[in-house]
């Protein structure tokens, strides 16, 4: 018996180490994935170029030579520029820039202004009514939030734009104005062409130029616009857009050419060259601007920055103090050889990804209804319905293997498949789910396979920098602009549900319980820090969904029934993790902070109105995301089928026998589904990924029972059946 204490002392202690281990190694590993930059001195002046239409095509394909110069010399990034409407605009693009967070404008031509010329201030007659449309949405900050502070910090902002006859005026004065709709300082250039994004005349070209040079004697902020450029056509070219480029680029030079040495120079499109979303090049020149990368701590993604970012950059570049509301952060930068191949490369990826995601989704739900709908023909015992039976096992297995297979296939750039994305993704899925079927040890050993490999490559990926996230069909998408880093909504669903089926089928096959336990705790710790700290998965919600039910589902299969006071226990465990994490993210630096970080700073300074601006704002999304998501139908599906079984086998209690492990772990699934919807937004999609692997979970187990009560198959060697660990006592499987 000493012996035998021993022996489990020493195994105890190897778990605990291999959990320390493995949590050192990760929270190492994770931090060094930040990129290494750092913030810029405050510049005298700022000149924002707006050039619209710019794209990675015409910067590598040798359209924007003088903007090849200032690449050459200062810092270059990507940047997303997506607003609210599916349809990009000028509008909503610059009024986006100025309120620091993603505004709706409901017509293109919405700056409407007085009548303004030669320096004179501006007044944006529409700016009440923008702020009053948008206040629905529950933004951090209003449209005119960027004016709002360089005015508050004593500076002044001017606009220089070109129009052309009969175009109602660029919208460049929705990024200037403040909220009361005032830019400082306005020289209106007209460009006396009715066709609109052309060449720009060689005397408005000057005339612009001396507009910007008068524009800095009066302001501290100008903007610059160019005009709106024609629309790229199926392949990126035309020639009015050609000439509508090269003549923006030509005004660039121009204007890089006579600023003054203190100023600082910001090149950006707040609208993609067509239609379809794309992420635009950004560079930013200047004193005290290194060349390389430019970067936020938005994205925490190397040369990658957002729309959003621009504001408090602009604000932080001339020295005043953005607002701590706002969502972006300012610029940082990283000195280097920026690989401009590797952000055009981003861009591409991510359209490839945009047009591949719903087809793939849409095919991925399709699986679901033929294969549920042949499970449940299986189990109502039709005749010579059990032929089906290994063809519907490879489905389930197909639909647990969807995930893993989605991340894995993420290590080739997406848009080297060239469109054939879903037929590799059906490849890997099907081989996938070959080697996971060659385990027996238990009916559903391959599925433990499965999720167990899954739980390994999403750790391992957010300790490295969560690449696998980024453009990967249940990862997220810089086009998008929702998320940049961590883990996203999708693979959070995807990780507490397959930790959850791994760790009930270990546990049920297990022949030591406590060892099997011991391992179930450490796992449960694993997956939460690398979900919830701030330098791996940095999701706050992660933190609310998976510990609750982990201390609750830990309890049960410890053999505690769930109660109000496992319940209390599990709340207060959660409550005190979450302090936890959130005393450690302030102790870091503000521009380093996670989503939990910002938010309780700005909560702190804003006596909580953020924090229930960000409630309102995550419940408008889930109830929106609910509406709209394919995935919905994936969960009405799943839930139909499930329903079908709790009617057709009692509850449960034939395929889960009470007491059992597997009984636990779904119930423990289902938990996890409820409360991962209620506590995130997009939570409709979380809790449809804990579908798919509750699904197959009890419909394999289903289709065992049937088979062995037809005499079908017989389980495979070293299984034991729940009802047998059942009817032999809690005690049978402990050393």
Do not use: C
């Amino acid at each position: 018996m000493v012996m035998t204490a021993i022996t489990q002392r020493r195994r105890l202690a190897a778990v605990a180490a291999a959990t320390a281990v493995v949590l050192g190694v990760s929270l190492w590993s994770g931090a060094r994935s930040e990129p290494a930059d750092r913030p810029a001195p405050a510049a005298s002046k700022v000149v924002v170029f707006g050039f619209s239409g710019l794209s990675w095509d015409d910067v590598q394909h040798g359209r924007v030579p003088n903007l090849r110069v200032l690449m050459a010399r200062g810092a270059v990034g990507a940047m997303t520029v997506r607003t609210v409407s599916a349809t990009p605009t000028m509008a909503e693009g610059y009024a986006t820039l100025g309120a620091g967070a993603r505004v709706q404008v409901a017509a293109a031509r919405s700056s409407t202004t007085a009548s303004s010329r030669d320096g004179q201030p501006l007044v944006v007659d529409t700016a009440r009514g923008l702020i009053a449309a948008n206040r629905g949405r529950h933004l951090a900050t209003a449209p005119g939030a960027l004016g709002d502070a360089l005015h508050a910090g004593g500076r002044r902002t001017a606009i220089v734009e070109t129009t052309s006859a009969g175009s109602g005026g660029a919208p460049v004065a929705l990024a200037a104005m403040d909220r009361a709709g005032l830019v400082n300082a306005a020289w209106v250039i007209g460009t006396g062409s009715d066709a609109g994004g052309g060449a720009i005349p060689t005397d408005s070209a000057s005339k612009v130029v001396a507009a910007v040079g008068d524009a800095l004697r009066e302001a501290d902020v100008v903007f610059v616009d160019t005009g709106e450029t024609p629309a790229a056509g199926a392949h990126g070219t035309g020639q009015p857009r050609q000439q509508g480029i090269g003549a923006g680029d030509g005004l660039l030079g121009a204007v890089a050419a006579r600023l003054p040495a203190p100023a600082r120079l910001i090149v950006l499109s707040v609208v993609p060259p067509s239609a379809p979303w794309h992420l635009a090049p950004v560079v930013v020149v200047g004193p005290g601007v290194p060349h390389g990368y430019v970067d936020s701590p938005s994205t925490r993604r190397l040369g990658l920055v957002t729309l959003t970012d621009m504001a408090p950059a602009i604000v932080t570049s001339v020295g005043a103090m953005p607002p701590a509301a706002m969502i972006g952060r300012p610029f940082r930068y990283r000195a280097g050889h920026p690989d401009l191949g590797r952000l055009a490369g981003l861009d591409r990826d991510g359209r490839a990804r945009a047009t591949t995601y719903f087809p793939i989704a849409l095919g991925f739900v399709v699986l679901h209804g033929l294969v549920y709908l042949a499970a449940a023909w299986v189990l109502a015992g039709r005749r010579g319905a059990m032929r089906l039976s290994a063809l519907i096992r490879f489905g389930l297995l197909a639909i647990a293997a969807f995930p893993l297979a989605t991340f894995l296939l993420r290590i080739v750039p997406p848009a080297t498949l060239h469109g054939w994305a879903a037929v590799a993704l059906a490849g890997l899925d099907a081989g996938l789910v070959l080697a996971a079927s060659r385990a027996r040890f238990h009916v559903l050993a391959p599925l433990f396979v499965l999720s167990a490999s899954t739980v390994a490559v999403l750790v391992v990926d957010v300790a490295t920098g969560a690449r696998l996230q980024v453009n990967s069909i249940l990862g997220y998408a810089p086009l998008t602009a929702d998320r940049f880093y961590g883990i996203g909504g999708t693979a959070l669903g995807v990780l507490v549900a397959s930790t959850l089926v791994a760790t009930a089928v270990f546990v049920d096959w297990s022949r030591r319980r406590r060892d099997a336990l011991a391992w179930v705790g450490a796992s449960f710790v694993v997956v939460v820090v690398a979900a919830g700290a701030s330098v791996l998965g940095a999701k706050v919600g992660s933190i609310l969904t998976m510990v609750p039910v982990f201390v609750v589902t830990f309890a049960a299969l410890v053999g505690i029934r769930p109660n109000w006071k496992t319940i209390a226990v599990a709340l207060g465990v959660t409550v005190a993790v979450v302090a936890a994490a959130g005393a450690i993210e302030l102790l870091r630096p503000a521009t380093t902070r996670s989503h939990l970080g910002e938010l309780l700073g700005t909560s702190t300074n804003s006596g909580g109105g953020t924090l229930a601006t960000v409630i309102a704002r995550k419940a408008s999304t889930d109830v929106r995301v609910f509406l709209e998501t394919v995935w919905s139908w994936l969960a009405l599906i799943v839930t139909l089928f499930l329903g079908y079984l709790l009617v057709r086998d009692r509850r449960f209690v034939r395929i889960l026998p009470r007491g059992s492990a597997l009984r636990v772990g779904a119930l423990a699934l289902v938990g996890a589904g409820v409360l991962g919807l209620l506590v995130n937004d997009t939570g409709i999609i979380i809790t449809s990924l804990v579908l798919v692997y509750l699904g197959p979970y009890l419909a394999l187990l289903a289709l065992d029972r049937r088979s062995r009560h037809d005499g079908v198959a017989v389980a495979p060697v070293g299984w034991r059946s729940p009802a047998s660990i059942v009817a032999a006592g809690p005690g049978s499987s402990l050393p």
